[in-house]
């Protein structure tokens, strides 16, 4: 079952264009990456996805709705950007209460949430001083607060961790994936993701250069490095 569709979608800002004729689509319960290097396009489809750029041309559609006038999927989704940002003054557990808040989650369950985590010892810290990995782990923390979580969205999510906090956010895609959640995981280094998803697009230039299975384009990549 298709749950997200790109159809043929381009977009400009001026007269550069970022995404050209982009189609894929991905299934449902599963990790698709989406790889490219810098500039390709990536972060725009993830723009588009979060409904921070409406101005498109194309069709994108989640479970068979046009994305611009569909925006309930958003109620069971996560979005997770390449910078993590936060207000400049907010604490951690500040910030997640707030956010347990919006979510509409109790403070009983989010305090147990947030007390069996990892950031207990880190709840009194600026959320804008963490390092980029602890910054990380509090947007994953929040996809805690989403009961049947359906959507994740997460751009360059390895960028910048060291081996345990990777290992940390592979265990966590990986759990929302077998509780039924569609991950869409972006990179521009190839090696990041190729042991997570069986599903790889890649993008270059905002063209999709390859849509299919990772063990195929990891023999393209075999070939090439043997020319």
């Not at 689509?25 to 489809?45: D, F, M, P, R, Y």
């Not at 956010?99 to 069996?116: P, T, W």
Request: aromatic share 12%.
């Amino acid at each position: 079952m298709k749950k997200i569709e790109f159809i043929n979608v381009k977009k400009s800002f001026g007269k550069l264009e970022v995404l050209n004729n982009v189609s894929f689509s991905v299934e449902k319960s599963s990790i698709h990456g989406l790889i490219g290097n810098n500039g390709a396009g990536k972060t725009t489809i993830f723009s588009i996805l979060s409904n921070y750029i409406t101005d498109f041309q194309g069709k994108v559609l989640i479970y068979n709705k046009d994305i611009k006038d569909f925006t309930d999927y958003k109620k069971k989704s996560v979005f997770m950007f390449a910078d993590p940002s936060f207000p400049e003054n907010r604490k951690v557990k500040e910030y997640f209460d707030e956010c347990a808040y919006l979510r509409g989650v109790s403070r009983e369950v989010s305090d147990k949430i947030f007390n069996n985590s990892s950031l207990i010892d880190k709840k009194d810290e600026l959320c804008s001083k963490l390092s980029t990995g602890w910054k990380k782990i509090l947007q994953f923390l929040t996809f805690d607060l989403i009961e049947n979580l359906e959507f994740a969205f997460l751009d360059e999510p390895f960028e910048g961790l060291d081996i345990d906090f990777r290992f940390f956010l592979i265990k966590k895609i990986e759990e929302v994936v077998k509780n039924g959640a569609t991950v869409l995981i972006s990179s521009h280094n190839f090696f990041d993701i190729q042991n997570l998803t069986k599903n790889i697009i890649l993008i270059d230039k905002g063209i999709v250069k390859f849509n299919g299975q990772t063990d195929d384009i990891r023999k393209l990549w075999d070939e090439k490095i043997k020319r």
